[in-house]
């Protein structure tokens, strides 16, 4: 089977270190081996202890005290470092083989968008041997105003774009999606981005100086024509699995 990796990505608060929670005890469940690599050097308490931990290797409080960064400088500080110390995190990783392995990212958009960390990072995963596929995480709550769900889909792009590997996009927290949402017609907008729908509503939010923009980015999403989204209720089983089953399936 080979090694394999989820990059965990998204905006803050998309739902990441509850979604690699959720995988992992999913998966264990299921008997299979994973391994949570936690890269979020801001992150405080974890459900399943990582197994690997950026916080063994270098401390945010320590960088904002050090070098008086505030939190998002010390951030980028943290990741630069792990990418100048990778015979570190190359030891850490040892010989997984043919586990998994689930990497909990911060949500600095930064990250994803412009700074070259997670390709560098990517690279070096490549380099040891790993299949790495991209899982950027969206709350679905964007989807009660377009405007940022339209933000949200520039950026899941963005980083699909910068770092060119295997991808999938999820839909978070659909527990909180009401029922009646959840049948009608209108979410499958959502999950497969028409960008003529999602227009009107987004110029009826918008200024009319901005709608010319509005259609450039809608022409965009519409001729790239990759970002769709899954999905994902964690309270239910079938669909963590049905995650599980695209991400195996996006190596193929
Ligand atoms: N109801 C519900 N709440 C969720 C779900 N996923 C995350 N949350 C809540 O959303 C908040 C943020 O979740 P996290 O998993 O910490 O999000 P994150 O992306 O790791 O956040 P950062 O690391 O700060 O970027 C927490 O209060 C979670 O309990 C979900 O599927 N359903
Ligand atoms: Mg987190």
Known sequence: MGKKCQLVMGPAGSGKSTYCETMITHCQNSKRTVHL???????????????????????????????????????????EYLLENLDWLEDELGNFDDDYLIIDCPGQIELYT?????????????????????VYLLDSQFI???T???????????????????????????DLVSEKMKESQEIERFYDPDSS??????NNLTKPKFHALNEALGRLIDEYNMVSY?????????SVEYILSQYIFSFK
């Open 37 to 79: 690599l936690n890269l979020d050097p801001a992150a405080e308490n974890f459900l399943h202890d990582p197994t690997i931990d950026i916080r063994n290797l270098i401390s945010l409080e320590d960088v904002m005290t050090e070098l008086q960064y505030g939190p998002n400088g010390a951030l980028i500080y943290c990741l």
């Open 230 to 238: 899954i999905p994902l209720n964690i309270l239910e089983e079938d």
């Open 197 to 202: 729908l999602l227009l009107e509503d987004l």
């Open 144 to 146: 009660q105003d377009t």
């Open 114 to 134: 412009h700074f070259p960390i997670m390709r560098r990072f990517v690279d070096f995963l490549q380099k040891l041997g790993y299949m790495v596929c991209g």
């Open 148 to 174: 940022k769900f339209f933000a949200g889909t520039m950026s899941a792009m963005s980083a699909m774009i910068q770092l060119e590997i295997p991808h999938i996009n999820v839909l978070t927290k659909m």
